[in-house]
């Protein structure tokens, strides 16, 4: 391959950027993989086989690969009504579809799209912070829905937003939330990277729920064990809303933890 093919071959791997309007404005800049519907056919076209979600809440939250997310027999019949899409693959079921024929009780469901490479240095704790995908889950548990949160294989980066969930909403460890997750769905492996950031999560919920540290604890230990860069990152560049779900983000980067806890939770399997 010539020198000049390698470098349109490379360019075309990577996202491309476009605007987006949420709740009403024009954000720039959020990320798109190129890939975006090569993945998406690859999906639907296993979606015939796919396994049904796991069920982490009861008649609350669900996490899946992308093929599940692609079924909407699997999602009708588990009353889905929210999704957080963390997968290269685009939102299935946003408009109505033929689906509402055998299900018309059925409604599309509400999508929040979240673009988070599944790699070691990609920053996944920013919708931790920001009380992004924990908001989201809020407003679903508030109207009674039903969420399924999705990547590419249910193993890694929504697994992470559900462990960052359970220790948000729960007070959990990282370590009991993972035993707990990995216990509703034994797949589970988020990479070396987003293990780090849920660890530093951790240390930031105890610290804003005012738990003293000290420097021996199993927090402050994991936290220290590898150095880490902070990433600056514009939340709004990042996330894409479905299309006539109006959220107002609120002011981006605030760590608030009881800002969107229940006061009524949902009781853990």
């Known amino acids: ?6 470098r349109v071959a ?52 669900y996490l899946s690969g992308a093929s ?16 957080i899409n963390i997968s290269p693959c685009r939102n299935f079921f946003e408009s109505k579809i033929p689906l509402l024929q ?27 912070n920001a009380s992004v995908s924990n908001r989201f889950l809020y407003e679903a548990n508030r109207e009674r829905g039903r969420v399924l949160v999705y990547c590419w294989a249910g193993v890694s980066r929504s697994a992470s937003l559900i462990l960052a969930y ?5 007070e959990y460890t990282y370590n009991n939330a993972f035993n707990y ?5 034994s ?15 951790e240390l930031d919920l105890t610290r804003a729920l005012g738990v003293p540290i000290d420097g021996t604890s199993g927090t402050k230990r994991k936290y220290n064990e590898i150095e880490c860069v902070d990433m600056k990152v514009d939340v709004g560049s990042v996330v894409e809303e479905g299309e ?16 969107y806890r229940y006061n009524k939770m949902r009781k853990l399997i």
């Open 10 to 61: 490379t360019r075309n791997l990577g996202p491309v950027y476009r605007n987006q309007v949420i709740g009403g404005l024009t954000v720039p800049r959020f990320r798109i993989p190129v890939h975006e519907a090569k993945l998406s056919q690859d999906a639907i076209s296993k979606a015939f086989k796919a396994a049904k979600p796991s069920e982490i809440i009861k008649d609350f939250l």
């Open 102 to 128: 055998k299900y018309p009780h059925w409604k599309p469901p509400k999508y929040l799209r979240l673009y988070v490479r599944d790699v070691p240095g990609e920053n996944i704790e920013k919708f931790f």
């Open 181 to 185: 997750l990995k216990r509703r769905r």
């Open 244 to 259: 006539g779900n109006a959220f107002d983000w609120g002011t981006k980067g605030i760590f608030d933890p009881s800002t």
């Open 1 to 6: 391959m010539s020198n000049v093919k390698k």
């Open 187 to 201: 797949i589970i492996e988020p990479n070396w990277g987003f293990c780090l950031q849920l660890s530093r999560y």
């Open 68 to 83: 599940t997310a692609a079924n909407g027999d699997l999602l009708a019949r588990n009353k889905i009504t929210h999704i």
């Open 166 to 170: 359970l220790m948000n909403q729960y």
